[in-house]
């Protein structure tokens, strides 16, 4: 019987909200990730993008699926497309987590991963969010913690979004047919430039932090000197142009979706 919801990334920041969405809502869960952890009312399976012996299992009894690029990837396509394979081929619904603003050149990795879940003939959903908020609590939080945020994004704004809004997204997409055969942007409700984070960071904290707008280089020596591979780590720099030509500064309807904000949460200097 196929009436599971596969979960790629089920531990993950956004695969771990939506997990518990799901089974809020009382659906059967397959949460999958690489070890395998055993997540409250799911059932969890061992899933690797890089070791294709572990689709066909996660994918048993499976009508519909979650999936979320992993980071550090650079070949997204390669990585990826076994998947969507094995989920075309078993006639499992679709809900894949792209990136906003692919759709505007078909040459995009990302936006060819969307054109082939298009046209494969199964129900799906493509979503887009923009930046996360909770980079500042992640991957920009050691220079936070030192009291600045140091990226290559000039005075560019992005409507940063919360990783449970995008589980939520996720959830009703996964949860109903009134979304198939639809790509949605999603956004948090306002355009903040770096320098606005930093200002609304250091009100929530009680710690100064600034911004510091640096060129590419500079970005990749820094990501490199703490050991992040220079292809990655010039990828990364790249996907800071759209932010620098103001195209991740739109914001997307809120009648879909909730909107939680968790930009600055003042716990970020408790660690």
């Known amino acids: 019987m196929t009436n599971k919801i596969l979960v790629l990334g089920a531990t993950g920041n956004i695969g771990k909200p939506l997990t518990e969405a799901l089974v809020a809502k009382g659906e059967k869960v397959k949460a999958a990730s690489r070890t395998g952890k055993a997540v409250a009312g799911a059932e969890s399976v061992v899933f690797d993008f890089t070791d294709l012996s572990t ?22 396509v390669s990585l990826v497309t076994p998947v969507l394979d094995v989920a075309i081929k ?39 969010p923009n930046w996360f908020s909770d980079n500042f609590h992640t991957f920009w939080l050691a220079g936070i913690k030192q009291g600045v945020i140091a990226v290559p994004a000039a005075q ?25 055969r639809n790509a949605f942007n999603l956004t948090g ?24 707008a640096i060129d590419d280089d500079t970005f990749v020596g820094i990501l490199t000197g703490v050991g992040v591979p220079k292809d990655y780590a010039s990828f990364l720099a790249s996907i800071f142009y759209p932010v620098r030509e103001g195209w991740t500064a739109l914001t997307s309807s809120p009648k879909l979706f909730s909107v939680k904000v968790s930009l600055a949460p003042s716990e970020i200097f408790r660690n």
């Open 55 to 76: 689709i066909e299992n996660a994918f048993e009894g499976v009508d519909r699926v979650y999936i979320m690029v992993p980071t550090g990837h650079i070949d997204v």
């Open 90 to 128: 078993k006639g499992v619904k679709i809900v894949l987590q792209s990136v906003l603003g692919v759709d505007a050149d078909d040459n995009i990795p990302y936006r060819q991963l969307e054109l082939k879940v298009e046209r494969s003939g199964v129900p799906f959903v493509i979503l887009r």
């Open 156 to 180: 560019g704004k992005s409507s940063f979004i919360d990783v449970r809004d995008i589980a939520e997204s996720a959830a009703a997409a996964l949860t109903t047919a009134a979304f198939d």
């Open 189 to 212: 409700p306002e355009a903040l430039s770096y320098a606005d984070a930093a200002e609304k960071l250091s009100k929530a904290s009680g710690h100064a932090i600034q911004y510091q």
